[in-house]
């Protein structure tokens, strides 16, 4: 009897050559990442018509924002495992499907607490997504070109916040805020039908669970065209193979210098959040406060969004050729800028110019974590890592509005609040120094700390 011929996917990816496929998947992607970055930051735009309609204060409306971010939280443990038990693309429709119902549904909200229950239920649906999202694309590409794809997938989501403010100026004076969630809301349902018609399943997945071996085959050759497989193939991932008494779950994240990495990466996570939710959520009503006009406060944090997208696409090729210290110099140099803007006296243009490149920095080294998130983890148990590292990372998104919320109550000067902003750059910028040092030794070890792609095929 024939021996069965093996196909290892991993090599099929690591060989492949740029080509449609790939092309269409980060496209789709990136349009369902934009309606997540809209309906999640639309609200900022929309807060003084929220304030204004339900009287709230600034407390509470740092709460309302806080509590989103608090389902995006649940939303990243929940949709991670549910990507791993049933698959990456219906994990990424059923919450694609979910924050379309729930945003169309916030714009019906009548009182504070039907804005918290539905803000926190969509919250969770649209945490849900980016990591899958993340993980499939990172899935489909080689291994030097994955912080850049990441970073393209991730740059819908920072555009997508930043359209906020025109349609918001477009819409809620002549139709009220609800139409912005409206509109929002019959879009995004309308890229989840997309998404049901485009969006592949992850060919690793399925090699890793030994299912649909026809599905595999089509997808690869869409990948490779012209790739010969033989009708009777295992499909295999090489680059997942793990020595023997491994740990599994979430004590696999702390295995020998993991131990120092996950936690290190957690509070470098923590701390980008932090900066750039409170950028986010809270920018457009600082400007109001420092005497800039409604409409201008809402331009400049459109335009602000857009530098982040800047910021983003400056570092990925970096990060992909020098790794994390990319991102950590990065994140250095927003620390005298955030100090400057807080301190200085700078004018009505100085300080939104000076406010626009701290934007490309914080922006630049929050898409640069999402790049990062995954790669100290060998292939056995990255989404598992990345999964941790990104829901953790909400503990800074939940404290940072809440923050602000909590100091423009008091009579501390708004101005001040960047300088006290400069902490989160520098921890963050600590922190990755110290990863990057405990990886690169790590790397002189590979038999201690293995996470490069077809390192277990090429010793087998």
């Not at 729930?102 to 607490?113: C, K, M, N, Q, V």
């Not at 459109?302 to 696409?313: D, E």
């Not at 080294?365 to 890592?385: C, D, E, L, Q, T």
Request: charged share 10%; hydrophobic share 55%; aromatic share 12%.
């Amino acid at each position: 009897m024939a021996e069965q011929p093996i196909v290892d996917v991993s090599q099929v990816i690591e060989q492949q050559q740029r080509g449609p496929f790939v092309i269409r998947l980060v496209l789709v992607s990136w349009l369902i990442t934009f309606c997540d970055g809209f309906d999640m930051n639309v609200i900022s735009y929309v807060a003084r018509y929220l304030t204004a309609e339900f009287e709230l204060s600034r407390v509470a409306l740092g709460n309302l924002f806080s509590i989103g971010l608090f389902g995006t939280m649940i939303g990243g443990f929940l949709f991670g495992y549910l990507g791993d038990r049933i698959g990456r693309r219906p994990a990424i429709l059923i919450a694609a499907v979910g924050f379309a119902i729930l945003t169309f549904a916030f714009g019906f909200a009548r009182s504070y607490e039907q804005l918290m229950t539905i803000r926190f239920l969509n919250g969770i649906a649209i945490g849900g997504l980016l990591p899958i999202c993340w993980a499939l694309n990172v899935e489909y590409v080689p291994k030097r070109f994955r912080a850049t794809v990441v970073t393209l997938v991730m740059l819908g989501y920072t555009i997508g916040g930043a359209v906020g403010a025109p349609i918001t100026i477009w819409l809620a004076p002549r139709y009220g805020w609800g139409s912005v969630y409206f509109v929002a809301g019959i879009a995004t349902l309308a890229t989840a039908v997309l998404l049901a018609a485009t969006l592949p399943e992850s060919a690793r997945f399925l090699a890793s669970k030994g299912r649909r071996p026809d599905l595999i085959a089509r997808y690869l050759k869409k990948l490779v065209p012209g790739l010969e497989i033989p009708a009777n193939a295992r499909f295999v991932v090489g680059d997942e193979a793990r020595p023997a008494g491994s740990k599994t779950g979430i004590s696999a994240l702390f295995e020998r210098d993991l131990a120092w990495i996950t936690p290190l990466l957690w509070l470098a996570y923590i701390a980008s959040s932090m900066a750039i939710f409170f950028k986010a959520n809270w920018t457009p009503l600082v400007l109001e406060i420092l005497g800039y006009s409604a409409s201008e406060a809402a331009t400049f944090t459109s335009i602000s969004a857009i530098g982040s997208a800047l910021g983003g696409l400056l570092l990925m090729r970096f990060t992909d050729t020098r790794g994390p210290i990319s991102i950590a110099a990065m994140a250095m140099f927003g620390v005298p800028l955030l100090l400057y803007v807080g301190l200085g006296d700078l004018g009505f243009w100085g300080f939104l110019i000076v406010n626009f490149v701290v934007n490309i920095i914080i922006g630049g080294v929050h898409v640069g974590m999402h790049s990062i998130s995954g790669i100290f983890y060998p292939s056995a148990y990255r989404a598992n890592g990345t999964g941790w590292a990104t829901s953790i990372a909400k503990i800074g998104s939940i404290a940072g509005p809440m923050i602000g919320g909590l100091i423009l109550a008091t009579s501390f000067p708004v101005r001040y609040i960047y300088a006290l902003l400069a902490v989160s750059p520098f921890v963050v910028a600590v922190m990755l120094f110290l990863m990057s040092r405990i990886h690169a030794r790590a790397a002189r070890r590979p038999a201690e700390l293995s996470a490069t792609p077809l390192a277990a095929a090429e010793t087998a």
